[in-house]
């Protein structure tokens, strides 16, 4: 997936907020379900979006993925019910600044110091079943991160193998409600 190249009429022809397309990213079969959100930065290997809520239409977080892991993807029409949706709801998508994805190593680096909470998918290992923590340091092999419970508690260090990661989230509900539950 490289929306830059030949395939820019296809991004150009589609619903936009403030420069950025709102995209559909088919990943099956890592996710049986699509991942809509606004395209903010991509490179050959990894791709940003602002992540774009299904049931609310609403905003909910960031998450970055492999483009090697997309088996396609669409441009949302401006006049799809879903590009329609976000107008009505003012949704204005937003780029955090101090990520960068020049590499997932990279890229759980800036979220992990960027935001409280990070979530991390290993798809390929476990389908359906995420990993929540603090961010604590990264290597060229792993990650290693403070778990936390469903239930906001903390728990130990657990590393994970950075090339077993497919999908990274931050910035959602989720983790946000994790993080003020922590503080109770």
């Excluded at 991942?35 to 239409?57: E, M, Q």
Aim: with cysteine; aromatic share 10%; charged share 25%.
């Amino acid at each position: 997936m490289d929306p830059r190249h030949s395939t820019l009429k296809k991004v150009s022809d589609g619903f936009a907020l403030a420069g950025f397309p709102l995209l559909e990213f088919d990943r099956k079969p890592l996710d049986p379900f699509p991942l809509r959100g606004f395209a903010l930065a991509w490179n050959a290997d990894l791709t940003l979006i602002h992540v774009l809520n299904n049931d609310f239409f609403r905003l909910n977080g960031y998450a970055v993925f492999r483009n090697s892991d997309v088996r396609t993807w669409r441009s949302v029409s401006k006049a799809d019910f879903v590009a329609r949706a976000v107008r009505l709801q003012k949704v204005r998508p937003s780029k955090p600044d101090a990520v960068a994805i020049g590499s997932m190593k990279e890229a759980l680096g800036s979220a992990g110091t960027t935001f409280p909470l990070i979530t991390i998918h290993r798809e390929r290992i476990k389908r359906g079943v995420c990993y929540v923590g603090k961010f604590l340091r990264t290597n060229q092999r792993v990650i290693t991160m403070r778990a936390i419970s469903p239930q906001a508690e903390w728990e130990q260090e657990e590393s994970y193998s950075l090339k077993e990661i497919t999908l990274l989230e931050f910035g959602g509900e989720y983790e946000r409600l994790l993080q003020q539950m922590t503080k109770q």
